[in-house]
């Protein structure tokens, strides 16, 4: 599986914001996507996920109702729209993949760069 983030780029605080990540390489139907950020100076950590076969999303605590997660099966196309963004959401964000039945994700895109001007 091979994973291509895009969209990043700066925004004001408030502010909207949608990445996309292009997904290729293999049969994923049962893979489960995932979405996580690394900001300056932190560990990476875990933003949402998504089933890629039902839609089912579950997202981190500190971003729900700010941001959705979709997909776009036809478009083989993962989305991130982030809303009502904050300084503290600046960071890389990393698309990732992982199988079903795997612990981790073994397919990262490369990042994109979120910059939030306060």
């Known amino acids: 599986v091979q994973l291509q983030a895009s969209g990043g780029g700066l925004v004001q605080a408030g502010g909207s914001l949608r990445l996309s990540c292009a997904v290729s390489?293999?049969?994923?139907?049962?893979?489960?996507m995932g979405w996580f950020r690394q900001a300056p100076g932190k560990e990476r950590e875990f933003v949402g996920r998504?089933?890629?076969?039902?839609?089912?999303?579950y997202y981190a605590d500190f971003v729900k109702g700010r941001f959705t997660i979709s997909r776009d099966k036809a478009k083989n196309t993962l989305y991130l729209q982030m809303n009502s963004l904050k300084a503290e959401d600046t960071a890389v964000y990393y698309c990732a993949a992982r199988a079903g039945w795997a612990q981790e994700y073994d397919y990262w895109g490369q990042g994109t760069l979120v910059t939030v001007s306060s």
């Open positions: 390489g293999r049969t994923f139907s049962n893979y489960i």
């Open positions: 998504i089933y890629w076969s039902s839609g089912t999303t």
